[in-house]
């Protein structure tokens, strides 16, 4: 169990760097998601520096557990925050990815 810990953590980590990164960055496709549900692009960028920091502390985390645990519940957080600002923007289907997340990030959680 503990390797697939790790290659899940590992995984995360790639996805949210990338995705925080490009939101960080300001890339027109990496705040195309943000701009669909009504999210200013300064309050994105906020967004994508502290995902990209979570990614960090994810592989620093695989040193000291406390600071996985916490990017995780942090980033937890975050796709709960993305999964009910795309319901109230009446966009679901744009909102799978931060679903399929969450569950990944759950089951990160699970098998600290």
């Known amino acids: 169990m503990h390797t697939t ?5 590992i995984l995360l980590a790639l996805i949210f760097l990338i995705s925080g ?3 960080l960055s300001g890339n027109p496709k990496g705040l195309s998601g943000t701009r669909d549900v009504n999210v200013p692009d300064g309050i994105a960028r906020v ?5 990209a920091l979570a990614a960090l502390g994810l592989v620093i985390g695989l040193q000291a557990n406390f600071i996985q ?3 995780l519940i942090f980033l937890w957080m975050t796709m709960g925050g ?3 600002t795309h319901f109230r923007a009446n966009k679901a ?4 990815p931060a679903f399929i997340l969450l569950t990944l990030v759950s089951i990160a959680l699970v098998t600290i």
């Open 21 to 23: 990164l490009s939101k």
């Open 47 to 51: 967004i994508g520096a502290f995902e």
């Open 69 to 71: 645990w916490g990017s």
């Open 93 to 96: 289907k744009t909102g799978v």
């Open 5 to 9: 810990h790790i290659v899940l953590v």
């Open 82 to 84: 993305a999964i009910y």
